[in-house]
């Protein structure tokens, strides 16, 4: 089992910044995949980010790619998504998720364990 808790969340006007943090517990290590996906009012969960266990490679939606940076801390079992030049769009709740094995998948359903999401607000 692995347990995440995200923060960082908040309000924040447009063209600024946040970063999120999602602290890991459990059978955590190299072996899992940790990712950030978001879900604004009124619509489906989507893909935002993901890295692998050894945080060599990530992986970004097209809405985000250039504006966020997901990075983690092996030592402190935590994974970030640094988000710059935020939009209106942005708003949504974000969780934090993780999944066994190497391949950084965009499919929701191909992830095991979700945090409880934290709200993030960007006021025009």
């Known amino acids: 089992q692995v347990q995440l808790v995200e923060s960082g969340g908040g309000l924040v006007q447009a063209g600024g910044s946040l970063r999120l943090s999602c602290a890991a517990s459990?059978?955590?290590?190299?072996?899992?995949?940790m990712g950030w996906f978001r879900q604004a009012p009124g619509k489906e969960r989507e893909f935002a980010a993901a890295i692998a266990g050894s945080g060599g490679r990530t992986k970004y939606a097209d809405s985000v790619k250039g504006r966020f940076t997901i990075s983690r801390d092996s030592a402190k079992n935590t994974v970030y998504l640094q988000m710059n030049s935020l939009k209106p769009e942005d708003t949504a709740v974000y969780y934090c998720?993780?999944?066994?094995?190497?391949?950084?998948?965009?499919?929701?359903?191909?992830?095991?364990?979700w945090g409880q999401g934290t709200q993030v607000t960007v006021s025009s």
């Open positions: 459990g059978r955590t290590g190299s072996t899992y995949v």
């Open positions: 998720t993780a999944r066994y094995g190497t391949n950084l998948y965009s499919l929701e359903k191909t992830y095991d364990y």
